[in-house]
């Protein structure tokens, strides 16, 4: 499969998880963002379990808690701190910074070339997202910007180590390894979760099935194939559509208005994701996934 076809196949991850805001607020208004995160990656986790048949061994285990951490437990906990804080448009931003995160933990991590036109087309990125998302009502809030910030760290972190301990094993079982590790982590705080439970309706059932068996599951299934494939900037730089998929999505469902300032972010930003990944081509010499660290 060549690169072009890797790109598209990943870029539907970050596109499907634009439909996220959509499902959270039209089905499951009355779930608080713990609860949200922990039946979003527990059962999807124990399913594909059942699936894949295969539990990670030695090394492994402590590797995948690890992931599972930043991949889902942290970056999800801090992700909904954040929306909750923060305007959604702020929010939005503040993830948008995370392939500018990748490409410094890959220097240091991975050993990958710092490449400028790369770091030129992300910020031009993060300024289209401001344009499709930002309105000027926005206000800011320390502890918000602080969670999203650091939550974009997370993921951040954790796509450049899904890379540097890729087990060899397909994506499949990747997966379903580092949802229920994530799963695992979150489950002593749900005591403390604030959802009351008798709330929860037949519409909820259907968004949080959703939200875990294709918005976590499936597109982290691809989005760990496409880490294996492509560089984890280049991959972390197609996060960026997320934000251009809510907002047609929103546009589309839910009578949400595009204006023509939010149609120039939308071309400024898929702009940015060209840009990006012309930067980050990988050389020709380069055609390996990458070595399981020992």
Not at 179 to 188: F, K, N, S, V
């Amino acid at each position: 499969m060549t690169r072009s076809h890797d790109l598209f196949l990943t870029a539907l991850a970050p596109a499907i998880w634009g439909s996220s805001y959509i499902v959270t607020t039209q089905f499951l208004p009355n779930l608080d963002p713990l609860t949200i995160s922990l039946l979003r990656a527990l059962p999807a986790g124990l399913l594909l379990l059942v699936v894949v048949r295969q539990l990670p061994q030695g090394i492994w285990v402590p590797r995948m808690l690890v992931l599972g951490a930043l991949n889902f437990a942290i970056f999800w906990s801090l992700l909904f701190f954040a929306a909750y804080r923060l305007p959604g448009g702020v929010a939005a931003v503040m993830g948008a910074l995370q392939p500018f995160i990748v490409i410094f933990a890959a220097r240091g991590l991975l050993g990958t070339a710092i490449r400028p036109l790369a770091l030129l087309a992300i910020g031009t990125g993060v300024l289209g997202v401001a344009m499709l998302i930002l309105t000027p009502e926005a206000k800011l809030d320390g502890l918000g910007v602080l969670a999203g910030i650091m939550g974009s760290a997370s993921m951040a972190l954790g796509t450049v180590l899904s890379r540097k301990w890729h087990p060899p094993v397909p994506a499949l079982t990747f997966t379903a390894w580092q949802l229920t590790a994530g799963g695992l982590l979150l489950l002593p705080f749900a005591p403390f979760a604030e959802t009351d439970w008798a709330t929860l309706t037949l519409s909820s059932l259907i968004g949080l099935g959703y939200l875990g068996l294709i918005g976590a599951a499936l597109t982290y299934v691809i989005w760990l194939r496409g880490i294996a494939r492509l560089q984890p900037a280049a991959v972390s730089v197609l996060g960026l559509l997320s934000p251009i998929s809510a907002t047609v999505l929103g546009w589309l469902f839910v009578s949400e208005t595009l204006t023509p300032g939010q149609a120039i972010g939308m071309v400024i930003v898929l702009a940015s994701v060209v840009a990006g990944q012309y930067a980050l081509r990988r050389p020709a010499a380069d055609t390996t996934i990458g070595k399981v660290a020992a």
